[in-house]
């Protein structure tokens, strides 16, 4: 294995660089390194700075808007990304939904979604989850039920992540219900203004509004916005889940993270010098670096075979709980290194004036808002119980 970067892959690093330094929104990297809530336009701002450079999509195909990179390309630029503390495109467009259009999709959709996706003019959100159907998502009962060529969609769909934020939803649901309930399943994508259709709020633990409830009655969606075939829709999920748990990794923001806390343990004393050196943090810090280059290779490995098959596959549970558990051993060690520093909720709610003069690193006040959403990733995204449930039987086969 090849670990050393060559001379034209240490310059094409340099140039992103150089780009998240000299050409990114400086304002939106504060607020993510920072920790405070994102904006709508936040996000629009980034994804049109990215796509004004070509690069919104590393990962897609070049004849869809990707930028053709090779997997070092990838990884180089993800690391850079994470590393200047820019702002993660919303994934529901960029990693979730995109692939799925440009897979499955007709032409006509292709051309219809995916620049509002690429340049982020157009946000969307997930509706998979129901309140009786998480872990058990084939059980879903949102109906739509087609009338000539329109699907009447009723039903709720829950824990909409970014819904408030978003222009369109793409959901699963329910087109039969005789059958296996996985066969009676389709995928329907539905702008967000239809009338019918309502975004309820839902506060989170952290004191954010990142969740949302979505009511649908008996809301017209065009047959046109359907993907793929009608029934097919579980098919069409699958693939995108894989995609969406090897998005979790996050690896650059976790090394930033760590570096971050290495730097604040160096310079807080502990019983006999920095809290560093306590063994107790030392050991934690070792176990998180090495849970890190864990996650890393096995990240690489699985998108390296990806490029050849074209699809995640099963293996992308590992990543999901890998990443999740690792990302909460960050949070829970901020906590513990800094103190009563992290006391309040989030940086939105203190202004600046109460953080720099203190001394206290800027970070401080985001920590136990981040410690608290962090508990949620091992949920999302299918939870880690189900992750291993999909270990042992469809890949170690017991
Ligand atoms: C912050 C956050 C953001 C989210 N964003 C979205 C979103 O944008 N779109 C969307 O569609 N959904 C979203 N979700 C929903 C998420 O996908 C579900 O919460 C998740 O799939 C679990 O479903 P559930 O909440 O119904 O829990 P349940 O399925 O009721 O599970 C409850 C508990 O039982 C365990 N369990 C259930 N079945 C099994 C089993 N067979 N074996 C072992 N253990 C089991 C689970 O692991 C869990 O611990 C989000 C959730 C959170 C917390």
Redesign the pocket.
């Known amino acids: 294995m090849r670990l050393k970067f060559s001379a034209s892959e240490q310059r094409f690093r340099d140039e992103v660089r150089d780009f998240f330094e000299r050409e990114y929104p400086s304002d939106i990297k504060h607020k993510v390194l920072t920790g405070q809530s994102l904006s709508k336009s936040d996000y629009q701002r980034s994804d049109g700075a990215l796509a004004k450079k070509g690069w919104s999509a590393p990962l897609w195909p070049a004849e869809y808007g990707g930028t053709g990179w090779d997997l070092s390309q990838c990884y180089i630029f993800d690391q850079e990304f994470e590393r200047a503390g820019a702002l993660y495109p919303n994934p ?1 467009g960029l990693i979730y939904l995109g692939p799925v259009i440009y897979t499955y999709g007709t032409a006509v959709q292709q051309q219809r979604w995916l620049p509002g996706i690429l340049d982020g003019s157009t946000q969307w ?5 129901e ?7 084939a059980s879903l009962c949102c109906s739509a039920i087609l009338d000539g060529d329109e699907y009447i969609v009723d039903g709720e ?7 408030q934020l978003a222009d369109w939803i793409f959901c699963l649901v329910r087109t039969d219900s005789k059958g296996p309930k996985q066969q009676g399943i389709s995928f329907l994508c539905i702008d967000l203004r239809t009338p019918g259709v309502t975004v309820n709020p839902i506060y ?1 633990i952290d004191g954010k509004h ?2 949302n409830q979505v009511l649908f009655d008996r809301a017209r969606v065009p047959l046109e916005n359907r993907i793929g075939e009608e029934g097919q829709g579980w098919m069409y999920s699958t693939f995108l889940l894989g995609n969406e748990r090897v998005s979790y990794a996050h690896i650059g923001s976790k090394k930033r993270d760590l570096k971050f806390l290495k730097e604040i343990a160096l310079n807080t004393p502990g019983p006999d010098g920095s809290l560093y050196q306590d063994p107790s943090y030392a050991a934690k810090f070792a176990r998180a670096d090495i849970n890190i280059r864990v996650l890393e290779y096995t990240t690489l490995r699985l998108l390296s075979d990806s490029r050849n098959s074209g699809e995640m596959g099963q293996e992308a549970a590992i990543i999901k709980i890998l990443a999740t558990e690792i990302a909460q051993q960050i949070s829970t060690l901020s906590l513990e290194i800094m103190g009563h520093d992290i006391l309040p909720l989030s940086p939105d709610w203190v202004g600046e004036s109460w953080f720099e003069p203190a001394g206290i690193a800027s970070q401080a006040p985001a920590a136990t808002s981040k410690y608290l ?1 962090d508990r ?2 091992s ?8 992750q ?2 999909i270990i042992a039987k469809r890949i170690l086969g017991m």
Request: aromatic share 8%.
């Open positions: 529901s959100c997930q509706g998979y989850s309140p009786n159907s998480g872990s058990d998502l769909k829950i824990w909409t992540s970014s819904a989170s990142h969740l959403t949620s990733q949920i999302y995204g299918g939870t880690n119980e189900i291993r449930n």
